[in-house]
């Protein structure tokens, strides 16, 4: 079983920057895809930004240029950089994993609880 846990969401004025932070434990032989969504009030949960263990990403069009992915595959954790905030980024943010436990062909999706960022304007 995975884990994730995730930290540094909060209240910032619009323009600040904040750092997410999510690290993952557990039986983990690779982590294929790890990165961020979120969901704001009324919407549906969407991607943020994504990176591949071999050091591909994706990001939402919203945030590209904005906020910035980071991974650390011996570690298994996962930073997003978030600058120039806006108030339509407020939201809860959940770190994502796809888990390989083992060699064997076998991949499992995890979730965190989720992270408040709130951005005021």
């Known amino acids: 079983q995975v884990q994730l846990a995730e930290s540094g969401g909060g209240l910032v004025q619009a323009g600040g920057s904040l750092r997410l932070s999510c690290a993952a434990s557990?039986?983990?032989?690779?982590?294929?895809?790890m990165g961020w969504y979120r969901q704001a009030p009324g919407k549906e949960r969407e991607l943020v930004a994504v990176?591949?263990?071999?050091?591909?990403?994706n990001y939402a069009g919203s945030v590209k240029g904005r906020f910035t992915i980071s991974r650390d595959n011996a570690k298994n954790t996962v930073d997003l950089q978030m600058n120039s905030l806006k108030p339509e980024d407020t939201a809860v943010y959940y770190c994502?994993?796809?888990?390989?436990?083992?060699?064997?062909?076998?991949?499992?999706?995890?979730w965190g609880q989720g992270t408040q960022v709130t951005v005021s304007s």
């Open positions: 994502n994993a796809d888990v390989r436990p083992s060699p064997l062909p076998n991949e499992f999706r995890y």
């Open positions: 557990g039986t983990i032989f690779s982590i294929t895809v």
């Open positions: 990176a591949t263990s071999g050091g591909i990403t």
